[in-house]
């Protein structure tokens, strides 16, 4: 099936079922009111509502095909380079820390587009500033290597 629409309507029909699912082990209604489960109940509900209506929408009206949507060439490319730069991020972050990863990460995305010391002086600018924020402003446990960084 070439169809992106319904595949996104299924996709977001399966995300609204574990909502969903989810919510009703949460409280509905408490001794003091409304309770934690009410509110991802019903919205979880109106999402799968909505999602069905969705990809009957796609099936029978505006069909959508992955070739339309899709990115061809250079920005293919760097889709493709953003998805494994995060996924090195991923499997490294443990090891170096946010900050080292960080840097790697926005270093690899930003190379296709920039001068190399441009790039290590934007990814490490970046990155620290990040940190600085989340971590030391916001206290945000981000990932830290021996080194606190």
């Known amino acids: 099936m070439k169809?992106?629409?319904?595949?996104?309507?299924?996709f977001i029909f399966v995300f609204a079922l574990i909502i969903f699912s989810t919510?009703?082990?949460y409280e509905y209604y408490g001794s003091i009111g409304p309770g934690p489960g009410l509110f991802p109940l019903w919205l979880s509900g109106a999402l799968i509502v909505l999602s069905l209506l969705y990809?009957?929408?796609s099936m029978f009206k505006h069909k959508i095909?992955?070739?339309d949507i899709l990115p061809r060439g250079k920005g293919l490319r760097n889709t493709i380079l953003?998805?494994?730069s995060f996924i090195l991020f991923m499997i490294i972050v443990p090891a170096t820390g946010f900050c080292i990863a960080g840097i790697i990460m926005l270093?690899?995305?930003l190379l296709p587009s920039y001068k190399w010391y441009l790039c290590l002086g934007i990814s490490t600018t970046v990155t620290l500033f990040f940190f600085v924020v989340f971590y030391n402003l916001l206290k945000i446990p981000l990932p830290v290597n021996?080194?606190?960084w």
Do not use: K, M
């Open 3 to 10: 169809n992106a629409g319904v595949w996104v309507g299924c």
């Open 23 to 25: 919510a009703l082990t």
């Open 55 to 57: 990809i009957a929408e």
């Open 65 to 67: 095909s992955f070739s």
């Open 82 to 84: 953003f998805i494994l």
């Open 107 to 109: 270093f690899i995305v």
């Open 146 to 148: 021996s080194l606190g």
